[in-house]
């Protein structure tokens, strides 16, 4: 984040391609168009992906481009497959560009059901949050042209979305509940589709609604639950901090608080929150508020899982955005690196620069001794 430097990392997200579209011959025959950024983008997979991640290509023109690039492809199937994997794990894409990716490939006349349904899979384990996982579930099922392979998607996706649940313990368990919950609906509907007594159509629409209700359920889940002690809710995920620290000259020069709380030992995924020691120590800020104009910092809050989800900042007059709702505490205690911090209820969506587009919830309880680092 680091607003005090004035670095700001620019990163365009377009609008989440989540609706599936049809192309009629002409698009699908149309020329080649050169766009400001002199990108062909007719059969290059790579500059069509570039494209979108500049902004310059962007929902039904995006999709029709990836489905000609992949359908064109000199690759076999793993190859086909595999640029598509890279998409969806590359750190630099932005979420529009990974969901036109994927579901390009469902409409792919080259690539097989069987490498659909891995892609999918691929999407679930390769996507931050479970609202995004939902969301790339969604758009690949009503991007597929035949009703039992859709029907096959769901089922495998909330396998593999079950299967990570599980494997991150008991901190999960009402989310994996409510999966289970889903999954077995679901699974009842397919059973009166083959049976003959349920609508293909009707039990797919029906299907979708669950799906959205699901990610409702779990993001809803998040801003309302109470973390435990040194952890954080996002999205109705808990998150255990593995390592706790500040800025250390901003605090001994500026008594400025520039705190990173991490959730992985590679210390690329964090939430990064910062104060003035000041004007906000001990006191409960407004998340939903820019703060009136004075010298020194403003409270910021960043996010990274390790794609920025959000990025938050309360100096008037910029364009950064705040939260939709929650309060922030940051309390140091004594003259040395021991903190309390308690962020509650948040709701926040950052678009652009300032985050993936999508709302997150989230909620974070820390108390202890913060290591000193310079970030």
Same mark, same amino acid.
């Given at each position: 984040m680091k607003m005090k430097r004035n670095c700001f990392l620019s990163v365009a997200v377009a609008l989440i391609v989540t609706v599936p579209v049809l192309f009629n011959a002409c698009q699908e025959d149309a020329p080649e168009i050169n766009y400001t950024l002199n990108v062909s983008v007719v059969n290059d997979f790579s500059a069509v992906v570039d494209a979108i991640n500049d902004g310059a290509l962007k929902n039904e023109a995006a999709i029709g481009k990836l489905v000609q690039a992949i359908d064109k492809m000199n690759a076999d199937q793993a190859g086909k497959i595999e640029a598509v994997v890279n998409v969806l794990n590359a750190l630099d894409n932005t979420l529009d560009a990974k969901l036109a990716a994927l579901e390009a490939a469902m409409q792919a006349q080259t690539l097989s059901l069987e490498g659909k349904l891995d892609l999918i899979k691929a999407a679930i384990e390769a996507l931050p949050d479970y609202t995004s996982k939902l969301d790339a579930l969604v758009a690949a099922i009503e991007a597929l042209p035949d009703y039992s392979d859709k029907l096959d998607a769901v089922v495998n996706a909330l396998d593999a979305m079950a299967a990570q649940v599980d494997a991150l313990g008991g901190s999960q368990d009402a989310i994996a509940g409510k999966?289970?919950?889903?999954?077995?609906?679901?699974?009842?509907?397919?059973?009166?589709?083959?049976?003959?007594?349920?609508?293909?159509?009707?039990?797919?629409?029906?299907?979708?609604?669950? @799906? #959205? +209700?699901?990610?409702?359920?779990?993001?809803?889940?998040?801003?309302? !639950?109470?973390?435990?002690?040194?952890?954080v809710v996002l999205d109705g995920e808990t998150l255990t901090i593995v390592r706790a620290a500040i800025d250390k000259s901003? @605090? #001994? +020069?500026?008594?400025?608080?520039?705190?990173?709380?991490?959730?992985? !030992?590679?210390?690329?995924k964090f939430i990064e929150i910062m104060a003035n020691g000041q004007l906000h120590d001990g006191k409960t800020l407004d998340l939903t508020q820019k703060e009136d104009a004075h010298a020194g910092w403003f409270w910021a809050v960043e996010m990274r899982t390790p794609q920025r989800l959000f990025m938050t900042y309360a100096e008037p007059g910029k364009d950064y955005p705040v939260f939709l709702s929650g309060t922030l505490l940051v309390k140091r205690i004594g003259t040395g690196t021991e903190f309390e911090v308690t962020l509650k209820d948040g709701k926040v969506k950052g678009i652009g620069r300032f985050g993936d587009g999508l709302e997150h919830t989230i909620s974070l309880n820390y108390k202890g001794t913060l290591d000193f680092g310079e970030f």
């Amino acid at each position: 984040m680091k607003m005090k430097r004035n670095c700001f990392l620019s990163v365009a997200v377009a609008l989440i391609v989540t609706v599936p579209v049809l192309f009629n011959a002409c698009q699908e025959d149309a020329p080649e168009i050169n766009y400001t950024l002199n990108v062909s983008v007719v059969n290059d997979f790579s500059a069509v992906v570039d494209a979108i991640n500049d902004g310059a290509l962007k929902n039904e023109a995006a999709i029709g481009k990836l489905v000609q690039a992949i359908d064109k492809m000199n690759a076999d199937q793993a190859g086909k497959i595999e640029a598509v994997v890279n998409v969806l794990n590359a750190l630099d894409n932005t979420l529009d560009a990974k969901l036109a990716a994927l579901e390009a490939a469902m409409q792919a006349q080259t690539l097989s059901l069987e490498g659909k349904l891995d892609l999918i899979k691929a999407a679930i384990e390769a996507l931050p949050d479970y609202t995004s996982k939902l969301d790339a579930l969604v758009a690949a099922i009503e991007a597929l042209p035949d009703y039992s392979d859709k029907l096959d998607a769901v089922v495998n996706a909330l396998d593999a979305m079950a299967a990570q649940v599980d494997a991150l313990g008991g901190s999960q368990d009402a989310i994996a509940g409510k999966i289970a919950d889903v999954t077995e609906a679901i699974n009842d509907l397919i059973a009166s589709v083959n049976s003959g007594n349920t609508d293909t159509a009707k039990a797919l629409a029906a299907i979708v609604a669950m @799906l #959205e +209700e699901l990610k409702e359920a779990i993001s809803s889940g998040g801003g309302g !639950e109470t973390p435990g002690d040194n952890s954080v809710v996002l999205d109705g995920e808990t998150l255990t901090i593995v390592r706790a620290a500040i800025d250390k000259s901003d @605090l #001994e +020069e500026d008594n400025f608080y520039d705190i990173y709380f991490f959730f992985s !030992e590679e210390n690329d995924k964090f939430i990064e929150i910062m104060a003035n020691g000041q004007l906000h120590d001990g006191k409960t800020l407004d998340l939903t508020q820019k703060e009136d104009a004075h010298a020194g910092w403003f409270w910021a809050v960043e996010m990274r899982t390790p794609q920025r989800l959000f990025m938050t900042y309360a100096e008037p007059g910029k364009d950064y955005p705040v939260f939709l709702s929650g309060t922030l505490l940051v309390k140091r205690i004594g003259t040395g690196t021991e903190f309390e911090v308690t962020l509650k209820d948040g709701k926040v969506k950052g678009i652009g620069r300032f985050g993936d587009g999508l709302e997150h919830t989230i909620s974070l309880n820390y108390k202890g001794t913060l290591d000193f680092g310079e970030f």
